[in-house]
């Protein structure tokens, strides 16, 4: 990579786009055929919301050079561009990426604490909430969108012959397990309607709270970190299994065991609410991590965590067998 291209990505990671597209410019009519001028030229209109001119640079970056990642990577970010929604949602990606790894975190945290003391003051003042409550929600959904706004969009690319071709075979296992997660949430929420039934609502959530860190899992180095972010995302959706599975138990049991139910899939709902949002963060700061060449310690990892993971499903479920055979007895 040339001295030219080397000095437009500092610009743009500066945020002299103007400049950086100027000093690329030049270095495109010094060497037409240069990959790294054109996935540059790319990256650099992606960031000034041009979106089709970027597609054409990083498809000549490709045509130059057909294994270069950072190319495919930018013609994929370049199509999902295309929607306005996920175009607001690639300038924060953009943005955050600039900053150093603490200036990020102290965005996340923050901004949390932020929607902390807007929530308390919007409690404690009735009066100021309906000024507070849209922009509250807004957060909520804002931070959400950044946690599935990726995998979303790789599985809407999928309906498309170029972006099936355009994805890795990791982005379109992981944007798989997204569509069965919000498929289910779809026809569960419309179950609910349907039938009235408050369990089916709360089975929808618990299959879209899974969303997130199935969609992340890829982002992560292989090694420990993708092992540490599987394990974590097998355990929620172990609860969210027997959430789902006991509410829709206690919908056809009456009596006793219903109640039994009832309370069990409220008591491991909240471990996995709380254990969703605490893998987002977990998943921010393994995203950053780059495991040492030369070392194993995801199979490490993974014997550990699954041990410790299978002992605790095996007392979950012992405790849910009791909770279940109490109930047949009290209603015999």
């Known amino acids: 990579m040339g001295c030219t291209n080397l000095r437009a990505m500092a610009l743009v990671k500066l945020g002299r786009k103007i400049e950086a597209e100027e000093a690329i410019g030049a270095a495109l009519k010094k060497a037409p055929e240069d990959e790294y001028a054109h996935a540059n030229m790319g990256w650099t209109l992606l960031e000034q919301n041009e979106p089709d001119k970027a597609m054409e640079h990083f498809r000549e970056a490709l045509r130059l050079n057909p294994e270069m990642d950072w ?37 996340i945290i923050g901004a949390y604490i932020g929607f902390r003391l807007l929530s308390g003051f919007a409690d404690d003042h009735p009066e100021w909430s309906p000024w507070l409550q849209p922009l509250l929600i807004a957060y909520i959904a804002f931070a959400l969108m950044t946690w599935v706004a990726s995998p979303l969009f790789n599985l809407v690319l999928r309906t498309s012959k170029f972006g099936r071709l355009a994805l890795s075979e990791h982005q379109i296992r992981s944007s798989t397990w997204v569509g069965v997660c919000v498929l289910s949430g779809i026809v569960l929420v419309a179950g609910y309607f349907v039938t009235g039934s408050a369990p089916l609502l709360g089975c929808a959530l618990a299959s879209m709270l899974l969303i997130p860190p199935l969609g992340q899992i890829y982002s992560c180095q292989e090694g420990w970190p993708r092992a540490t972010l599987s394990l974590i995302t097998i355990a929620l ?96």
Request: aromatic share 12%; charged share 10%; no cysteine.
């Open 71 to 107: 190319a495919r990577a930018g013609i994929i970010e370049a199509m999902k561009s295309r929607y306005f929604l996920y175009r607001i949602m690639l300038n924060w990606f953009l943005w955050m990426q600039k900053l150093q790894q603490k200036a990020q975190w102290g965005v």
């Open 237 to 332: 959706g172990f609860l969210a299994v027997i959430v789902v599975a006991s509410s829709f138990g206690s919908y056809f049991i009456d009596g006793n065991l219903s109640r039994g139910l009832r309370g069990i899939a409220g008591l491991f709902f909240t471990p996995l609410l709380y254990g969703s949002i605490a893998a987002q963060f977990l998943t921010n700061a393994l995203v950053s991590v780059s495991p040492k060449r030369g070392t194993d310690t995801g199979k490490m990892v993974w014997i550990i965590g699954g041990s410790v993971l299978a002992v605790a499903a095996l007392a979950i479920v012992a405790f849910i067998a009791l909770v279940i055979v109490v109930g047949v007895q009290d209603a015999s």
